[in-house]
């Protein structure tokens, strides 16, 4: 059974960092594309970043550039986000997904989906 389990949310204050963690079961990460999504209330979903499993190459939201970055442990299976200086405007409801290869941007392209995990930048 494909599995999706994110981790690492929580409540941070601003300037903060957490690390979200997409652990998969059931298939190998190691020729699937990973990418984080999220979602706002009241807004749509977007894309964050994206890691692709043909050369590990990387793509980010240009409102995240510079304080996440996406990184892969196939060894474990695990797809991170590590996510710094955290501003309030980043709190959403946070999930990854999978698609075979290649990152897009486009969500309705992932197969399978996280249960999503709950990210709130508050003093």
């Known amino acids: 059974q494909v599995q999706l389990v994110e981790s690492g949310g929580g409540l941070v204050q601003p300037g903060g960092s957490l690390r979200l963690s997409c652990a998969a079961s059931g298939f190998t990460l190691d020729y699937y594309a990973i990418g984080w999504f999220r979602q706002a209330p009241g807004k749509e979903r977007e894309g964050v970043s994206c890691i692709s499993s043909s050369d590990g190459s990387t793509t980010y939201a240009d409102s995240v550039k510079g304080r996440f970055t996406i990184y892969r442990d196939n060894a474990k299976n695990t797809v991170y986000m590590q996510m710094n200086s955290l501003k309030p405007d980043i709190t959403a409801v946070y999930y990854c997904?999978?698609?075979?290869?290649?990152?897009?941007?486009?969500?309705?392209?992932?197969?399978?989906w996280g249960q999503g995990n709950q990210v709130t930048v508050s003093s």
């Open positions: 997904a999978t698609k075979n290869y290649y990152c897009s941007g486009d969500g309705g392209r992932y197969d399978y």
